[in-house]
């Protein structure tokens, strides 16, 4: 089944919400951890237990996790595994990007089910230009794997490269949505390749005119919560594609650990709130 497949399923059986598991060091001292690696492994650990059973995408950044080593990425990979054993999609955000080749060896390392850190999807940089993503889009699609392409992101610096035009006139963002459109063209229910769209941008680009959602992928909205998107932002924004959005959302929702069931609780509120 391909990630396009496994994400439209897992939206209309769990809702719209991904949960971001990032172990910031002021996350783990208000938990009453340690910011050390068993600090760390508890509160991704704890994180999983409260969430990933009930929404359709977990996050893990793994800068949080790089931030110890190579033990700090080995709970990365007990996140991946337990995530998908609890039944969420496993988006890693790692904003990779590089010359040709070199993103052949990310794309194997994320992409490869085989591959420790191995995951249904990942977040992908494109400002090498979108042909360097070639070796992702292959990989993901020998693997039945996702990538979430950085589009108009939930910064605010984002649209002074994001906005700057090409020759023919189009925003930087809108060629990032072109390219995917294409590559979803005919796929069913959805394609598999998506767009980081942050849910704090206007929707717009720098002439007013309205960006185009429909480009038939999965869409990640991060920025919900603690940076300032609401449901109603999501709903303006996006239009009849905020069908395809997982709202993301970190601290927010972490803020409400350690105790599992509360992590749980706000997670089905918010999945309630975004209908
Ligand atoms: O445009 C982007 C792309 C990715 N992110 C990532 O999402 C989370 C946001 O965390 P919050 O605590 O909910 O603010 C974080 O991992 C970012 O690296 C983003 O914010 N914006």
Redesign the pocket.
């Known amino acids: 089944m391909t990630f396009g497949a496994r994400y439209a399923a897992a939206l209309s059986e769990r809702g719209r919400l991904c949960a971001?598991i990032?172990p910031?060091a002021s996350l783990l001292l208000d938990w009453g951890l340690n910011d050390d690696l068993a600090g760390l492994e508890k509160f991704a650990l704890t994180a999983v237990e409260g969430l990933a059973p009930h929404v359709p995408v977990v996050?893990p950044?793994s800068?949080?996790y790089e931030r110890f080593g190579s033990r700090g990425v080995a709970v990365l990979e007990r996140v991946i595994a337990e995530s998908k054993a609890a039944g969420a999609l496993v988006l890693l955000?790692i904003?990779r990007g590089d010359i040709g080749s070199t993103s052949q060896a990310y794309a194997d390392a994320y992409l490869d089910p085989a591959s420790p850190l191995g995951s249904d999807a990942v977040?992908v940089s494109p400002y090498l230009g979108f042909g360097s993503l070639t070796p992702f889009v292959e990989t993901a699609t020998r693997f039945d794997a996702g990538l979430f392409v950085?589009a108009?992101?939930?910064?605010k610096e984002?649209p002074e490269v994001q906005h700057a035009t090409v020759e023919d006139g189009r925003s930087v963002g809108r060629v990032m949505l072109d390219h995917l459109r294409r590559l979803n063209e005919a796929e069913t229910p959805l394609g598999s390749f998506g767009a980081?769209?942050?849910a704090?941008i206007d929707g717009a680009d720098g002439a007013g005119v309205a960006y185009d959602f429909g480009f038939n992928g999965p869409i990640?909205a991060?920025?919900?919560?603690?940076?300032g998107g609401t449901s109603a932002d999501l709903a303006r924004i996006f239009g009849a594609a905020n069908a395809s959005v997982v709202a993301?959302?970190?601290?927010?929702?972490?803020r409400k650990g350690p105790s599992v069931a509360a992590l749980r609780d706000e997670a089905l509120r918010l999945r309630d709130e975004l209908g």
């Open positions: 971001g990032d910031h996050k950044q800068a949080f955000d904003k977040t950085l108009l992101t939930s910064n984002g980081v769209v942050g704090t990640l991060p920025g919900f919560g603690e940076q993301s959302t970190s601290r927010g929702l972490l």
